[in-house]
């Protein structure tokens, strides 16, 4: 089975610094890969998606994320934090198989500092 | 875009009733979910469903059931409420039953169960 790691349950950044949450995950094939965000008592946004192809990701909002096979990771970025963008983050793992259905991280809690 | 309504932002019930929480989707997704959501536990999946009239068990269907008799509707039924359940209950649906698709949330419903 599928597993996906968070290992940052908060993180804190100042506003206008560059952010980097994250996500390591466990599986035996090329996965799905996705990042969600959730503002406070909101239901969860897509803001990007990986399935193939170039390991560099665009996303929505100025984030990107890279896929490194290598090191089972799919870290989320973004050059410069805007005080909106504080948040829950959560990445998730989609296969291929089986119930289809993607497993969750349990999220990273971004904190901006003005 | 996809529009994920659920019917209550903020729910509060007693203990022994009988609750409904109501999902409706707009884009004639054949998948539904219901995830509830706890601080530092991430989302736990309760029940899907791949189709109208088919639903399966998730991680967490204690003391859950679900109803799906249209394509676009998908109730969670709590049969018994009881304090333990007291959550942010998540919605969630998906074009169809292949892995790359990313899934559409609803703003969620907070359930407090006195």
């Known amino acids: 089975a599928q597993s996906v790691t968070q290992p940052d349950i908060h993180i804190t950044v100042s506003e206008g610094a560059s952010l980097e949450l994250r996500c390591n995950y466990s599986?035996?094939?090329?996965?799905?890969l996705f990042w969600y965000v959730q503002s406070p008592g909101q239901g969860l946004q897509l803001l990007l998606k990986?399935?193939?192809?170039?390991?560099l990701v665009q996303g929505i909002k100025g984030f990107e994320a890279e896929f490194k096979r290598s090191q089972s990771s799919f870290n989320l970025r973004k050059p410069s934090v805007h005080w909106s963008d504080a948040a829950e983050y959560f990445c998730?793992?989609?296969?291929?198989?089986?119930?289809?259905?993607?497993?969750f991280g349990r999220g990273t809690s971004l904190i901006v500092h003005p | 875009d996809v529009k994920v309504t659920q019917s209550s932002r903020y729910l509060v019930k007693r203990t022994g009733e009988k609750v409904f929480l109501e999902c409706v989707q707009d884009m004639d997704h054949e998948n539904m979910f219901w995830y509830r959501q706890d601080p530092g536990l991430g989302l736990r999946l309760i029940y899907f469903s791949y189709d109208v009239k088919m639903k399966e068990k998730g991680d967490i269907p204690e003391g859950y059931s679900v109803s799906r008799e249209k394509k676009e509707r998908f109730s969670l039924i709590l049969e018994s409420a009881s304090t333990n359940q007291t959550s942010m209950y998540l919605c969630?649906?998906?074009?169809?039953?292949?892995?790359?698709?990313?899934?559409?949330f609803g703003d969620g419903t907070r359930l407090s169960i006195l």
């Open positions: 599986y035996g094939a090329t996965p799905y």
């Open positions: 969630a649906s998906r074009r169809d039953r292949t892995s790359n698709q990313p899934q559409h």
């Open positions: 990986y399935f193939s192809g170039d390991t």
């Open positions: 998730a793992v989609g296969i291929s198989g089986g119930s289809y259905i993607p497993t």
